[in-house]
């Protein structure tokens, strides 16, 4: 008898750069675990596609040339059976760390990082853990 093949875990990216979700995408869906469910180019499109895409976990920018990212956390975290949020984002100071998590991120990462740090941060995120929380 065959082995069941596990479902793939359901990320959405939110990120107002097309570049920068491409390549989320093609890095996420590379993993056999992970598969890329939807994404959106704003907090507004974000906000409409959880319902339809029901991700298990949002990647999320925190700056936005139309919206907030901070609101947009909020926004994702109030939904009811809303997924958790990692953000990942060019700001690394300890300030936007902070009101990252205040917002209800679960997680936060720097762009910066390396491809696989991200892929840790989404699989700590999606097993309840928080990632890159700031120290108490």
Known sequence: MPQAVPARRRILIIDDHPLVRRGLTALINAEPDLI???EAANPREGLEVIAGARPDLAVVDLSFRNGDGFELVRGIRAIQDGPPVLALTMHE???????????????YIAKREPPETLLIAIRSV???EAYGA???
């Open 36 to 38: 890329v469910c939807a």
């Open 93 to 107: 100071t300890p300030l936007y760390v902070r009101r990252a998590f205040a917002a209800g991120a679960s997680g």
């Open 126 to 128: 999606l097993r309840g």
């Open 134 to 136: 700031p120290a108490a």
